[in-house]
Structures are given as structure tokens and as C-alpha cells.
């Protein structure tokens, strides 16, 4: 008899990243390897703040400004001086 069965929980729905598109400004869900962004089509994808922050809190909040919580950083919703 065997107690310790293997839950197959293994699919989980959380392998996102929240990652920061520094061309438009907008913060979204990305699969790990992805590169461009979704409404633009930069590929301008930041992965976190320039202190290290993970951008796992932009997802949960949507006024139209953020700051980094870590370095206080502001998050314009349109970053115009990332522009090429
Ligand atoms: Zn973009
Ligand atoms: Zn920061």
C-alpha cells in the first residue's frame, strides 16, 4: 500500500512573468522567453526594475501611475524617452 501518491499538479497557470514594455510603458504577463510586446511589438521587454524589482505588483494595480515600491522609481504610462 502505497501513502505518498505523486499529485500531479505539475500544469500550473502561473509560468508568467510580468514584464514591462520600456517602448509603450505597459505592464503585462509574458511567458518566460518571451521578447516582444504584445501591443507594440517592441522588443523592449523589461523584466524588472533597473533596482532589481520584480514587476509582480504592476499586474494587480492599474492607475495610470506606478512606482517602483524598492527605488520609488515612477512608471509613466508612456515612456517617451525610450523613444529611438
Ligand atoms: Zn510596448
Ligand atoms: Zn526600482
Not at 501513502?3 to 505592464?27: E, H, K, L, W
Amino acid at each position: 500500500m502505497s501513502d505518498d501518491a505523486m499529485s500531479d499538479d505539475a500544469v500550473r497557470d502561473d509560468a508568467t512573468v510580468p514584464m514591462r514594455c520600456a517602448a509603450c510603458g505597459r505592464f503585462r504577463a509574458y511567458a518566460p522567453d518571451d521578447r516582444y510586446c504584445l501591443l507594440c511589438g517592441h522588443d523592449a521587454l523589461e523584466i524588472a526594475c533597473a533596482c532589481g524589482r520584480a514587476f509582480n505588483y504592476a499586474l494587480v494595480e492599474t492607475g495610470a501611475s506606478l512606482h517602483c515600491p524598492r527605488c520609488g522609481r515612477a512608471w509613466r504610462g508612456r515612456a517617451s524617452e525610450f523613444d529611438p
